[in-house]
């Protein structure tokens, strides 16, 4: 008998993004001539910047022809494209990342899933509340948790990110082994300083802990007394490591490419406290499964390096950062608190009422989808994230609806 991995059946029964397309699609099926206007998942609308576009165009011409055809690339990703983000992403800001620290993958969400891999059955798991769903439902599927109760899982150490502490949790009053973080914050669009950041660095030297740092919106901060990188702060390489990604900073959610920093000098520990280089089961871990990312996606991502590239998303990051104003302004002038939006796609809306209502209310009188805060976590409740990746004219006439059932 084939019998099933129990811990499958303690997730809830869907992905949040998949249950809210789901009841969208319903209610499209229902209101066929309602148009709606997509501020949930935050995916791109923008197309490809023009220098990726024309990158792609020649390395697809370059498989075409045998002499300049490739196979199988190197599962950790092609010199060319990790020689550029060492370069222009750390050593350009002052941080030594060297180009074989970096792991090229097709996305931030398959490697921050897929890393707890590497971690014993009973380490103990810090996750910020709200939180982005994949670190928790993956170590759910791995059997490091009991089950979900009160929209919690049983097991994991939740730290609260709430209005009351600006929305940065406090360190765990508890020892843990592994912290997720991510800044600015999926979903509420928080960010944090490198005085903040500093005092998770150094809890995680003194508890020989992990941090797993998710930095898929540095490219969103504005504010430049913020870190862009976990690294920026001093001994975080022992301890941390950085999942980044093309897909919001340059749209590529569709067409796939990320990246994942594991610093050689990152240890974890054996049963008897001995030292293993993080980098090595990794590598190891890569080799194995994953077999690199298409080197025409590749080459389109090392476009973005280009001086064309990097002006043409940034063009971009201000389009989204425009329509998140926006969302601020009409959201605040309603009398709604909300955070996030300044050095983030996202804001993050107190709605004073059950998320899902909320939900419901903003689908079913505007046709305007966002994400039920309380689909991130139990201090979700009461709140919604709206996502600014849409066109302005959308952005706009999702306001005015907004603006209208107020
Ligand atoms: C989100 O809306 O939270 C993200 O688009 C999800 C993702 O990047 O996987």
Same mark, same amino acid.
């Given at each position: 008998m084939i019998k099933v991995n129990s811990h499958y059946l303690k997730l809830k029964s869907s992905y949040l993004f998949a249950d809210i397309a789901r009841r969208v699609r319903d209610f499209q099926e229902k209101n066929p001539n309602v148009s709606i206007i997509r501020l949930g998942i935050g995916d791109v609308t923008l197309p490809l910047p023009p220098a990726c576009i024309k990158a792609l165009h020649q390395a697809v011409d370059e498989m075409a022809s045998a002499s300049t055809f490739r196979g199988y690339g190197p599962e950790q990703g092609y010199d060319f494209l990790r020689e550029k983000i060492a370069q222009h992403d750390y050593q350009a800001r002052g941080v030594d990342i060297s180009p074989e620290e970096i792991f090229i993958s097709d996305g931030a969400k398959c490697d921050t899933g897929n890393f707890q891999e590497l971690f014993a059955q009973d380490i103990k798991i810090a996750v910020p509340d709200p939180v982005y769903p994949v670190y928790v439902d993956t170590n759910v599927m791995a059997g490091r948790t009991g089950e979900f109760k009160d929209e919690r899982y049983e097991g994991l150490v939740y730290l609260a990110s709430t209005k009351e502490n600006n929305y940065l949790p406090e360190l765990p009053s508890q020892k843990v082994d592994l912290i997720y973080l991510c800044f600015p914050n999926n979903p509420t669009g928080a960010t944090i300083g490198k005085e903040e950041l500093t005092r998770w660095v150094n809890y995680a030297l003194e508890n020989k802990a992990l941090i797993l740092f998710d930095a898929a919106y540095e490219a969103f901060i504005q504010d430049?007394?913020?870190?862009?990188?976990?690294?920026? /702060?001093?001994?975080?390489?022992?301890?941390?490591?950085? =999942?980044?990604?093309?897909?919001?900073? %340059? #749209?590529?959610?569709? *067409?796939?490419?990320?990246?994942?920093?594991?610093?050689?000098?990152?240890?974890?520990?054996?049963?008897?406290?001995?030292?293993?280089?993080?980098?090595?089961?990794?590598?190891?871990?890569?080799?194995?499964?994953?077999?690199?990312?298409?080197?025409?996606?590749?080459?389109?991502?090392?476009?973005?390096?280009?001086?064309?590239?990097?002006?043409?998303?940034?063009?971009?990051?201000?389009?989204?950062?425009?329509?998140?104003?926006?969302?601020?302004?009409?959201?605040?002038?309603?009398?709604?608190?909300?955070?996030?939006?300044?050095?983030?796609?996202?804001?993050? /809306?107190?709605?004073?009422?059950?998320?899902?209502?909320? =939900?419901?209310?903003?689908?079913?009188? %505007? #046709?305007?989808?966002? *994400?039920?805060?309380?689909?991130?976590?139990?201090?979700?409740?009461?709140?919604?994230?709206?996502?600014?990746f849409n066109s302005y004219e959308n952005v706009q006439e999702a306001m005015q609806r907004i603006k209208n059932i107020f």
């Amino acid at each position: 008998m084939i019998k099933v991995n129990s811990h499958y059946l303690k997730l809830k029964s869907s992905y949040l993004f998949a249950d809210i397309a789901r009841r969208v699609r319903d209610f499209q099926e229902k209101n066929p001539n309602v148009s709606i206007i997509r501020l949930g998942i935050g995916d791109v609308t923008l197309p490809l910047p023009p220098a990726c576009i024309k990158a792609l165009h020649q390395a697809v011409d370059e498989m075409a022809s045998a002499s300049t055809f490739r196979g199988y690339g190197p599962e950790q990703g092609y010199d060319f494209l990790r020689e550029k983000i060492a370069q222009h992403d750390y050593q350009a800001r002052g941080v030594d990342i060297s180009p074989e620290e970096i792991f090229i993958s097709d996305g931030a969400k398959c490697d921050t899933g897929n890393f707890q891999e590497l971690f014993a059955q009973d380490i103990k798991i810090a996750v910020p509340d709200p939180v982005y769903p994949v670190y928790v439902d993956t170590n759910v599927m791995a059997g490091r948790t009991g089950e979900f109760k009160d929209e919690r899982y049983e097991g994991l150490v939740y730290l609260a990110s709430t209005k009351e502490n600006n929305y940065l949790p406090e360190l765990p009053s508890q020892k843990v082994d592994l912290i997720y973080l991510c800044f600015p914050n999926n979903p509420t669009g928080a960010t944090i300083g490198k005085e903040e950041l500093t005092r998770w660095v150094n809890y995680a030297l003194e508890n020989k802990a992990l941090i797993l740092f998710d930095a898929a919106y540095e490219a969103f901060i504005q504010d430049e007394n913020l870190p862009h990188s976990i690294f920026e /702060i001093p001994q975080a390489k022992k301890v941390a490591v950085e =999942f980044r990604s093309f897909s919001k900073t %340059a #749209g590529f959610t569709g *067409t796939r490419c990320a990246f994942t920093v594991v610093p050689k000098e990152c240890v974890i520990y054996t049963e008897q406290g001995n030292p293993i280089e993080l980098h090595k089961l990794w590598l190891r871990r890569q080799t194995t499964k994953f077999n690199g990312v298409a080197y025409p996606i590749q080459r389109a991502a090392e476009a973005v390096y280009s001086p064309e590239g990097q002006q043409e998303i940034k063009n971009n990051i201000n389009y989204y950062l425009k329509n998140a104003q926006l969302i601020r302004t009409t959201i605040s002038d309603l009398g709604l608190h909300c955070v996030g939006g300044e050095n983030s796609p996202y804001i993050w /809306i107190e709605c004073k009422r059950d998320s899902w209502e909320f =939900f419901d209310l903003l689908l079913q009188k %505007a #046709g305007v989808v966002c *994400t039920p805060g309380v689909g991130f976590g139990k201090c979700g409740q009461g709140y919604v994230r709206l996502s600014a990746f849409n066109s302005y004219e959308n952005v706009q006439e999702a306001m005015q609806r907004i603006k209208n059932i107020f």
